[in-house]
């Protein structure tokens, strides 16, 4: 049974970091393209980043230049590393797995509030 498990959230200040993780069990990660979404009170859950089997990667305009997506498949780990953080990026963020668009799972989903 696939399980993803996210940690790294919490509060900081505008302007500063965080490194969110996800560490998957049940799946060959290594083969798993891999995501981080969030979702804002009020608003549909949304792609911020994401990082094929391969290693590529793509993010949401509103998040380039800041946030960067990596991976360590020796570790089932898919990482957001989170710089210049703004009050718009508060959300609870969620770590997704999909292969080939037929399978595909969620964690449990981590908050991140940026405030002063």
């Known amino acids: 049974q696939a399980q993803l498990v996210e940690s790294g959230g919490g509060l900081v200040q505008p302007g500063g970091s965080l490194r969110l993780s996800c560490v998957a069990s049940g799946i060959v990660f290594r083969v798993f393209d891999m995501g981080w979404y969030r979702q804002a009170p009020g608003k549909q859950r949304a792609l911020v980043a994401g990082i094929t089997s391969g290693g590529s990667t793509n993010y949401a305009d509103s998040v380039k230049g800041r946030f960067t997506i990596s991976r360590d498949n020796a570790k089932n780990t898919v990482y957001l590393q989170m710089n210049g953080l703004k009050p718009e990026d508060t959300a609870v963020y969620y770590c997704?797995?999909?292969?080939?668009?037929?399978?595909?799972?969620w964690g449990q989903g981590t908050q991140v509030t940026v405030s002063s």
């Open positions: 997704n797995c999909n292969w080939r668009a037929t399978l595909d799972c």
